[in-house]
């Protein structure tokens, strides 16, 4: 009798007994205590670990945490980004094109559960410059041969071309290149090539060669005078003040030295005029080779004329 009353109790105060499970009256599913702990453990979401912790536009960042689904979105402030999941505790994205500063980082789930906010350093991109075309001009190059093109990445609206550490006047071609003229009066050797964006970050350097050795392309017969005739010298890089060695004897342009007759004359840096005296009109072998100011020297060139 005792056990009827106590049941009926129960019963009236709706409190299960032990051994028996509670029964959802909406769903009619069978829920026990471990049940919904497993559930609460489940829909729990955070981030462990942030790999790498700060990174620039392009960088992938790998999240390890748990809770994720496959609609896991991870957000940097505002704004969300293409996120890839791997598996519950693995998600990665790429940092899009964003201004640089410090964003909270965070994901937010499809039920709209969301994690705790980390604190994420978005660093300005850096340019990258990969090539330069050409990578040598020479020394009397002139108009579009001076003409120089940069590809690369990251190149921003604004940037600008470093030469040996000074800015000097560019063209911006877009993200991937840009272009500049080098200077006519620009040492001859190796000079460094950069690109800074207006954000100050600046490239690696690369190099650029500036050829002043002078070479001779062609020898012609030029104009019969009196006592002598002309050599037309056709090349590049003469200049003025260049020597002109004949069978090893130097002759340098402008006045002619006492008691010498041979005269050599500066025309432009691809042309030289060397007005030969000959004794006799016999044609014989000599040779030739232009000497710059700096001590840059031709290769020798054989000449058959008188």
Same mark, same amino acid.
């Given at each position: 009798m005792r056990c009827a009353v106590i049941f009926f109790?129960?019963?009236?105060?709706?409190?299960?007994? /032990? &051994?028996?499970?509670?029964?959802?009256?909406? !769903? =009619?599913?069978?829920?026990?205590?471990?049940?919904?702990?497993?559930? %609460?453990?489940?829909?729990?979401?955070?981030?462990?670990?942030?790999?790498?912790a700060q990174g620039e536009p392009g960088t992938t960042v790998t999240l390890s945490g748990t809770g994720f689904t496959d609609k896991t979105i991870a957000y940097l402030g505002s704004f969300s980004m293409a996120t890839k999941v791997a598996s519950p505790k693995i998600l990665?994205?790429?940092?899009?094109?964003?201004?640089?500063?410090?964003?909270?980082?965070?994901?937010?789930?499809?039920?709209?559960?969301?994690?705790?906010?980390?604190?994420?350093?978005?660093?300005?991109q850096k340019p990258v410059v990969t090539g330069i075309?050409?990578?040598?001009?020479?020394?009397?190059? /002139? &108009?579009?041969?001076?003409?120089?093109?940069? !590809? =690369?990445?990251?190149?921003?609206?604004?940037?600008?071309?470093?030469? %040996?550490?000074?800015?000097?006047?560019?063209?911006f071609l877009g993200k991937e290149a840009i272009s500049f003229t080098a200077p006519s009066l620009l040492a001859s050797g190796l000079h460094q090539i950069q690109v800074k964006n207006p954000t100050d970050e600046v490239s690696a350097a690369i190099a650029l060669f500036v050829n002043s050795r002078p070479e001779v392309a062609n020898v012609s017969r030029g104009g019969d005078f009196?006592?002598?005739?002309?050599?037309?010298?056709?090349g590049r890089n003469f200049l003025q003040g260049s020597l002109l060695v004949v069978d090893g004897v130097r002759l340098s342009s402008g006045d002619v030295p006492p008691g010498g007759r041979e005269k050599l004359i500066y025309l432009d840096c691809n042309r030289l005029i060397y007005q030969r005296h000959p004794y006799d009109s016999t044609t014989k072998n000599f040779s030739i080779q232009v000497v710059n100011p700096n001590g840059e020297e031709s290769p020798v060139v054989s000449v058959n004329a008188p």
């Open positions: 109790l129960l019963m009236l105060l709706n409190v299960p007994q /032990a &051994g028996f499970a509670a029964t959802g009256k909406a !769903s =009619g599913k069978r829920i026990t205590t471990r049940t919904v702990a497993a559930e %609460d453990q489940a829909s729990a979401m955070g981030i462990l670990s942030i790999i790498p990665t994205f790429e940092i899009p094109d964003l201004p640089p500063g410090l964003y909270a980082l965070y994901v937010k789930r499809e039920d709209g559960a969301t994690s705790k906010a980390y604190n994420f350093s978005l660093q300005a075309a050409p990578d040598t001009i020479h020394n009397c190059a /002139a &108009g579009r041969e001076r003409e120089v093109s940069i !590809s =690369g990445r990251n190149f921003r609206d604004g940037a600008q071309v470093l030469l %040996d550490g000074a800015v000097i006047k560019s063209r009196v006592n002598y005739y002309e050599l037309i010298i056709d």
